[in-house]
């Protein structure tokens, strides 16, 4: 039996998890006579976080584990995360991934479903102040076997579906970069380059954050372990790999994703929660290729070696069931060019169907979470507009979530209530 001062504390946890009724019914079970005594009131999430001086906290119930995510007054420090085993009553700090939200002042907190709980930060536009901890997705469940220790993962929530970037694979030679650039400086507003991490050096023309960020083995190493990375490989004696801002920078852009990587790459990146159109580059002869990677001239004759014997393994793999989507042959440059475009257009019929939300400007204004039922979530904005005798609510679709850690939580439909 629980003293009555644990009671009240740990009702005040469970109330927020808006598992007011299931918290009720533990109560009961857990303190028979104390039951009824804690009357919820009308669920409004916001006025149950419990702040104190230095401190705001909310917690969050999902089965015997409450989820505490706290910051502190100091505008600068970002959010922290604990978790209370109910069982045993101890505490767990989990390895947080991805990239948290900036610091504000505040956020209020709702479970959208035992997977992941949303966050909105508070004094933030509605458009950068979305954010989802993942607690027990499929991405969280596989880093918490990979790394042996209990894992959450923080995704931004994006307001509508951006074009699924493009992943491009082929040997070192068959002409992926050049087919890139030339779609680059063809449509300069409509794609962007996945600007990929690798250890190996720079060629003469290549500059640093343009065409690859340069790094050292140690330093990316440490980067994927931070779940800073979307996938990595080791090619040709290097480490290459793509982080999650490389993409998701370029897709915030409103730009279409190019991924140029190796065939493992690919592979990572289609077991990941990003949805791509995967294409891989064939030459028209290994002969020719050989051509191609000894007129470039960029390489040494052992590194032009290296680069034909992993070819034929890439060769070989482009047939994997389930992995590229399209095969496209550079023999003319111009004919393979023109097919890679009739590709990519045939998914250019993309409407955004927040399109009138976003240019009413809503998105802009600063929000909170009100309430929650099992199809949306009602925001509230922060403006005196309740006053002014408009509701001013938004109500966000929880059917259509797209995507997850480690990335962005995109296609969130976000609409007016009136
Ligand atoms: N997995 C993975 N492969 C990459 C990445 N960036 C580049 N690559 C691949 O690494 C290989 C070597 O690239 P690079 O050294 O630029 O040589 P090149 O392909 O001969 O121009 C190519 O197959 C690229 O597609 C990345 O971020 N991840
Ligand atoms: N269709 C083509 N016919 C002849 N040469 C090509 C063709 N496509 C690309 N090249 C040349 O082949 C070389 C390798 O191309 P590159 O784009 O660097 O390959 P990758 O990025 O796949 O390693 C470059 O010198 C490029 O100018």
């Known amino acids: 039996m629980l003293e009555k001062h644990e009671i009240k504390e740990w009702f005040r946890h469970t109330y927020i998890t808006c598992l ?26 916001e006025s149950v976080a419990l702040e104190s001086k230095d401190c705001l906290q909310n917690a969050i119930d999902i089965g015997d584990k409450t989820y ?20 045993t009553r101890t505490w767990v700090v989990p390895t947080v991934l991805g990239a948290p939200p900036n610091p504000t002042s505040s956020h209020s907190v709702v479970l959208v479903n035992n997977e992941k709980i949303l966050i909105i930060e508070k004094g933030v536009p509605l458009k950068d102040s979305i954010w989802f ?47 890139i650039a030339k779609l680059m400086k063809e449509y300069p507003s409509k794609f962007g380059f996945s600007v990929s991490h690798t250890t190996r050096a720079p060629r003469e023309k290549e500059i ?28 040709h004696g290097n480490v290459y790999g793509t982080s999650i801002e490389a993409v998701e920078s370029v897709t915030d852009e409103g730009k279409r994703c190019i991924l140029d990587i190796d065939v493992q790459g690919a592979r990572s990146v289609r077991a990941s929660s990003l949805e791509a159109i995967f294409i891989f580059v064939c030459p028209p002869s290994f002969e020719e290729l050989e051509k191609r990677l000894r007129a470039r001239g960029t390489e040494t004759e052992e590194q032009i070696q290296k680069r ?37 257009s045939l998914y250019d019929d993309h409407e955004d169907s927040n399109d009138s939300f976003i240019k009413d400007g809503k998105e802009t204004a600063c929000y909170s979470i009100l309430s929650k039922t099992n199809s949306e979530i009602l925001l509230q904005s922060e403006t005196n507009e309740a006053e002014k005798g408009t509701t001013n609510l938004l109500s966000l679709d929880l059917s259509s979530l797209s995507g997850g850690a480690p990335g962005r939580t995109r296609g969130l439909k976000i609409s007016p209530v009136n």
């Open 68 to 87: 505490v995510i706290s910051r502190s007054d100091d505008p600068k420090s970002s959010i922290t995360i604990k978790i209370l085993d109910k069982l």
């Open 308 to 344: 034909l014997r992993n070819a034929r393994a890439e060769l070989d793999q482009s047939n994997s069931p389930g992995l590229f989507d399209h095969l496209l042959v550079n023999d003319d440059l111009e004919a393979c060019y023109e097919n890679l475009k009739k590709l990519l």
């Open 20 to 45: 007011e009724e299931q918290a009720q019914r533990d109560l009961r079970r857990l303190c028979p006579d104390h039951g009824a005594f804690y009357e919820a009131p009308e669920f409004r999430v």
């Open 208 to 235: 640093d954050g343009v065409h690859y960020h340069f790094t050292e083995r140690s330093k990316i190493e440490e980067e994927i372990s931070e779940g800073k990375f979307l996938e990595f490989a080791h090619v």
């Open 133 to 179: 901890l993942e607690v027990d997705t499929p991405f969280v469940k596989q880093q918490s076997k990979i790394k042996g220790t209990v894992v959450v993962a923080w995704s931004k929530g994006v307001i509508g579906e951006g074009q699924k970037p493009v992943v491009i694979s082929g040997p070192s030679g068959v002409g992926k970069g050049t087919l």
